[in-house]
């Protein structure tokens, strides 16, 4: 039997070419997109999941309250949380802090060897993550003040082998660090990816040494930049864990905490959520968007359906001649188990002809859908389980559901009634039909009304008025070695780069921007008010040069000035951070002293607003404080198109200045872009996506449109007869689709509405969502559609009438 079902399914595929090329086609496009979302899906959702612990390791997240208000959020907090949570809350069995510390340098055969991601971490580092050491004892790597714990790669890259315990690094030319662990590459689906690890232990030593002693990190609740994770015990319940933090942080807060009604509030977030629902300030890497990859998700899911649809929709339009076979087959003695048997076997053929297509194009398709996501998909993902397991799922789901109409339906016929002719259409199978037909095209319009909407939004925030001057600017990173010379250093630096006609001006600052202000201060508040009403607000550190540089309005009072002495006890501040002062004109804030951390400034200038990070974020009360001597970025703006000359101009003065540093530059424009390089990825894998499941769709449509056209044949023959034109009867054949459309336009509205509306709430500055979004889809749709169809439609219309009824 199994011989004669493949033989006969075989039959059905070549006897009807284009219903069989239509199908597979659509099937393999349908599960080439739904596999490769699928994959970007599962890399996305697998961050952490490597841990052994993952179910009991959180990471401690900080809240920081001002009367009541929430004012930021931290993935960094206290540096005393971990130990002091641990002291005095059993259900933790340990604790990890890590820290960001700055790049550093070392000498590689006499070439400078610029280190990233160089971290702080204590010993229970490895012991409560799965990160594997290569070599090194995971009990003691990071035990000792002066250890290390670096990376295979950094290892061979700085001495050609892993076998390095006990060897010592000298750093930034002066410390030494004993190396005493490597370990493995981190895999990319984890948050921490740390080059360099330099032990806790290390950094207390530095504090104590540069406060003499007096500072003492593991009880400092009012100094942040911590990241820390526990582990809790098993069995542990997260909830009653977190529920115990507030009467520790109560116990232990300081005065001036109480003074300034200021609160720290600790939240624990497993680990495994990290990636994608966390995006808070002092994060170690990017994060990804819960959202985003839901969203691809549910656009997997559509397209694959919409391909199975275009199967069902085929197979009820072929339901008259199907009804024939049916009844000879069952009037020669088949049962109808046979029958389903035959029809699943049939389904089963297409989606196996499909899956191998799918593969195909999927191996041809990754490298391109690598660069278009920024994903880092490989051909390894066909040895991977998941994906196979994946694959078996779409097939077996795909061959019920295509092949359950036919299966179920068409096997019910009566051979009596089939062979007689009194089987014409079923009702039953035009309403599924046209019912499916509005689904795809719904889905299609719901998908190109979003695509519409990312593209106008990302089309917004790259030509929006940022409210200062980025064009033509040049970014030198910061020396990481220097010493006491630095701030004649940096003003020779500055004096001789103004004498090259190329540069117009140069300045530095501790932020630029496309950069998070990292410099967050609590307790400023006017001198006359009261501690409580201090409020928590962003600080740059700038030079006298950043406000003309950067073109910032100011809307009230001066800038910093040279020539007024007393400009280093003076502060700008933006329009936002006036209001939180409580102002509501700019002009009446002017001469105002400031409390900041105990020392006061005078308000000498106001501000306009303007976009210090990307317009999906508000504006924030920032306050822009004067230090000439500052240790930041170099900004520096062209005055000439030849951009070489200019870099190799900073260059010569650069090594001469900072010797023993690396030289590193980019443009302030491409950096501040780059932040909406996620939001340009998604827009364009939402569109590619997009099309292809309208593509689908519009194969589907032809297939029908011809068989629609097809039994329709003598119909239209008549009333050619009866004197209609080929007009008319385009219009009428039109028609019918466009109601379907119609209809699947008034579904999409609502879905697509509500749907892009709480999209665009994530961005601060956003576009308005306005009719043409929805009406100029429906169009494209609408066109592409009647295209679609009337290939068939002209020629059926075009057709000799008397050819149409000569069987008649």
């Known amino acids: 039997m199994f011989k004669n079902y493949l033989k006969v399914a075989w039959r059905n595929l070549f006897r009807n070419k284009a219903y069989s090329a239509i199908n597979i086609g659509g099937l393999a496009i349908g599960i080439t997109a739904c596999l490769l979302i699928l994959q970007y899906v599962a890399f996305e959702t697998s961050y952490e999941n490597f841990h052994k612990k993952k179910d009991q390791v959180y990471r401690v997240k900080q809240d920081r309250y001002n009367s009541g208000k929430l004012e ?9 949380v971990g130990n002091h949570f641990k002291e005095a809350i059993p259900e933790i069995a340990e604790y990890v802090k890590v820290m960001q510390s700055g790049d550093i340098l070392v000498d590689v055969k006499d070439e400078i060897l610029k280190i990233d991601k160089v971290f702080y971490a204590t010993n229970s580092f490895f012991e409560v993550f799965s990160y594997p050491l290569v070599a090194g004892d995971v009990a003691s790597v990071l035990r000792e003040p002066g250890t290390a714990a670096i990376s295979e790669s950094l290892a061979i890259k700085i001495y050609g082998t892993k076998d390095i315990i006990g060897r010592t690094l000298p750093v930034n030319g002066g410390m030494n660090y004993r190396i005493t662990g490597v370990f493995k590459d981190m895999p990319l689906n984890t948050q921490l990816q740390p080059n360099f690890l330099a032990s806790y232990a290390t950094f207390i030593d530095e504090v104590k040494k540069d406060s003499n002693g007096e500072q003492t990190p ?61 995006n808070y300030m002092m994060e170690p890497s990017p994060t990804g968007n819960g959202k985003t990859v839901y969203l691809l998700l549910g656009i997997a899911f559509f397209i694959i359906i919409i391909a199975w649809v275009n199967y069902i929709n085929l197979a009820t339009a072929r339901a008259i001649g199907r009804a024939k076979e049916v009844g000879v087959r069952k009037a020669i003695g088949s049962n109808r188990k ?16 499909a899956l191998i297509l799918a593969l195909v194009l999927m191996a041809v398709v990754i490298p391109s859908f690598n660069q278009l996501s920024g994903q880092e998909l490989s051909y390894s993902l066909f040895t991977k389980n998941t994906f196979w397991l994946g694959l078996v799922g779409l097939f077996l789901i795909g061959t019920f559901l295509s092949g359950a109409y036919p299966a179920f339906v068409l096997s019910r016929f009566k051979p ?17 039909r046209k019912s499916l037909v509005v689904f795809q ?65 140069v300045a530095a600052a501790t932020t630029i921007p496309g950069q998070p202000v990292n410099w967050n201060a609590g307790g400023i508040k006017l001198v006359t008010q009261d501690p409580e009403e201090a409020k928590q607000y962003r600080v740059i550190g700038v030079d006298y040069e950043y406000v003309d540089q950067f073109g910032l309005k100011l809307v009230a009072g001066r800038k910093f000035l040279e020539s007024y002495g007393t400009d280093p006890e003076a502060v700008i501040l933006n329009r936002a951070g006036i209001l939180q002062l409580g102002f509501n004109k700019p002009e009446e804030a002017i001469g105002e002293r400031i409390d900041f951390w105990g020392n006061q400034y005078t308000i000498i200038g106001v501000s306009e607003n303007f976009n210090q990070q990307s317009l999906q974020l508000p504006y924030e009360p920032l306050v822009m404080r004067l230090i000439p001597d500052l240790e930041g970025y170099f900004t520096i703006k062209q005055s000439s198109e030849d951009i070489a000359q200019t870099i190799a101009q900073v260059e010569t003065e650069w090594n001469t200045f900072f010797p023993g540093n690396t030289y590193e530059y980019f443009f302030l424009d491409d950096h501040f872009n780059d932040q ?20 689908v769709a519009c194969l589907g449509l032809f297939g029908l449109a011809s068989f629609t056209t097809l039994q329709r044949t003598k119909e239209i023959g008549i009333r050619k007869v009866l004197g209609s034109s080929v007009l008319q009867i385009l219009k009428l054949l039109y028609k019918e689709f466009a109601i379907l459309l119609g209809i699947a336009f008034l579904i999409a509205i609502p879905i697509a509405w509500f749907t892009t509306s709480n999209w665009l709430q994530s961005y601060a500055f956003r576009i308005d969502v306005h009719w043409s979004y929805f009406l100029l ?13 009337s290939f068939q439609t002209i020629k059926a219309a075009s057709a000799n009438p008397i050819k149409s009824l000569r069987t008649e």
């Open 72 to 80: 930021t959020e931290w993935a960094a907090g206290a540096f005393a």
């Open 218 to 278: 593991e009880d400092a609740w009012d100094w942040d930049g911590c990241l820390t994770y526990l582990l809790l015990k098993e069995g542990a319940n997260a909830a009653q864990v977190e529920s115990k933090f507030a009467a520790i942080v109560a116990e232990n807060e300081s005065d001036y905490t109480k003074q300034t009604n200021s609160l720290a509030k600790y939240v624990l977030m497993p680990i495994e959520d990290i990636h994608l629902y966390s």
């Open 338 to 353: 046979q029958l389903i048997i035959q029809f699943f076997f049939e389904s089963a053929l297409f989606n196996t002809l």
């Open 416 to 432: 009596v009634e089939v062979l007689k002719g009194k089987i014409v259409s079923t009702k039953q199978g035009a309403i599924l």
């Open 441 to 505: 095209f719904a889905a299609s319009l719901f998908l190109l009304i979003g695509t519409f909407t990312v593209y106008e939004q990302i089309q917004f925030m790259r030509k929006q008025s940022l409210g200062l001057d980025i064009d033509k600017t040049l970014v030198i990173v910061p020396p990481i070695v220097s010493d006491s010379t630095y701030a004649s250093q940096m003003t020779a630096f500055k004096e001789n780069l103004l004498k090259y006609p190329s540069i117009k001006s």
């Open 676 to 695: 909406y390089k996620a939001d340009q990825r998604f827009g364009k894998v939402f569109g590619l996506f997009t099309g292809l499941a309208i593509l």
């Open 777 to 789: 889809p429906f169009i494209g749709i609408l066109l592409i559609a009647l295209l679609t169809v």
